[in-house]
């Protein structure tokens, strides 16, 4: 009795061709840009990361950092991207299962936004080690000019000046729409107002292009956490900028016209 020949063993997996492979590999790169458009789109937070991001990036090449200073600014800004990435998948998951309050969702969606205050917190640590130290920066600072006429009164003085009278302001301004106190919520932003009014100090002082976009960095960090802390609304925030970055201007500008 002959015994029946066995079929060629056959590969458990289907091979797949060179095109094939291709392929998949393009559609994965697409898949992964839309999916960055999407989080660019639709999360107003990721672009404020981004025009951040760009604006150090800015500051670093006028500062000229080193290569290492420049990989810790990437690393920082990485993740900073990857966990708002991360944290917008987490929500619109959560979204997508759950159509009422649930206190297991609400906890998902705290622990991913959570981890882009840590990535925050990191990229503020590691900014502030390499621009702090910077020779050119602390240079620039050293050689501050005195723009107002009186001798006795400096760029600090003017500052604070600024800060009495932007104080008073944004407590007109709460007062008479009665919405909020002074530092939290209403109609506009005080610790916005207070960022811009320092970073257009420090632009009008050092008139230096990484300078202005450092500083216009630390002043979009602040309003973004005002309203990722959901304090403030978007509006509210370009009040708080645009009163701020208007007060320096006539304490700085004033007395050359």
């Given at each position: 009795?002959?015994?029946?020949?066995?079929?060629p063993?056959?590969?458990s997996?289907?091979?797949?061709?060179?095109?094939?492979?291709?392929?998949s590999?393009?559609?994965s790169?697409?898949?992964?840009?839309?999916?960055?458009?999407?989080?660019?789109?639709?999360?107003?937070?990721?672009r404020?990361?981004f025009?951040i991001?760009?604006?150090?990036?800015v500051?670093?090449?006028?500062?000229?950092v080193?290569t290492?200073?420049?990989?810790?600014?990437?690393?920082?800004?990485a993740?900073v991207v990857?966990t708002?990435?991360l944290?917008?998948s987490?929500?619109?998951?959560?979204?997508?299962?759950?159509?009422?309050?649930h206190?297991?969702?609400k906890?998902?969606?705290?622990?991913?936004?959570?981890?882009?205050?840590?990535?925050s917190l990191?990229?503020?640590?590691?900014?502030?080690?390499?621009?702090l130290?910077?020779?050119?920066?602390?240079?620039i600072?050293?050689?501050l000019p005195?723009?107002?006429?009186?001798?006795?009164v400096?760029?600090?003085?003017l500052?604070i000046?600024?800060?009495?009278?932007?104080?008073?302001?944004?407590?007109g301004?709460?007062?008479?729409t009665?919405?909020?106190?002074?530092?939290?919520?209403?109609?506009?932003?005080?610790?916005?107002?207070?960022?811009?009014?320092?970073a257009t100090?420090?632009?009008?002082?050092t008139?230096?292009?990484?300078?202005?976009?450092?500083?216009?960095?630390?002043?979009?960090l602040v309003?973004?956490?005002r309203?990722?802390?959901r304090?403030?609304?978007?509006?509210?925030?370009?009040?708080?900028?645009?009163?701020?970055?208007?007060?320096?201007?006539?304490?700085?500008?004033?007395?050359?016209?």
């Open positions: 009795m002959k015994s029946k020949s066995l079929p063993p056959q590969d997996e289907p091979r797949i061709s060179s095109a094939q492979q291709a392929k590999l393009s559609s790169f697409r898949f992964a840009w839309q999916g960055l458009l999407f989080v660019l789109g639709t999360q107003r937070h990721m404020v990361h025009t991001i760009g604006l150090v990036l500051a670093a090449w006028g500062l000229s080193s290492g200073e420049l990989l810790h600014l990437l690393l920082a800004m993740l990857i708002e990435v944290n917008t987490v929500e619109v998951m959560v979204d997508l299962l759950v159509d009422t309050y206190s297991q969702a906890g998902a969606k705290d622990v991913a936004a959570g981890a882009v205050l840590i990535a990191y990229a503020v640590a590691v900014a502030a080690v390499v621009f130290r910077n020779e050119r920066l602390l240079a600072f050293h050689k005195n723009l107002s006429p009186p001798p006795h400096g760029p600090i003085q500052v000046i600024g800060t009495i009278i932007l104080t008073l302001i944004i407590t301004l709460k007062k008479g009665k919405r909020g106190s002074l530092w939290r919520g209403g109609i506009i932003s005080g610790h916005t107002a207070i960022g811009f009014l320092i100090s420090i632009i009008i002082l008139r230096d292009i990484a300078v202005t976009a450092l500083a216009l960095a630390l002043a979009l309003s973004q956490s309203m990722q802390a304090i403030h609304s978007p509006a509210e925030v370009v009040i708080g900028a645009v009163v701020g970055t208007a007060v320096a201007a006539v304490i700085f500008l004033w007395p050359l016209t």
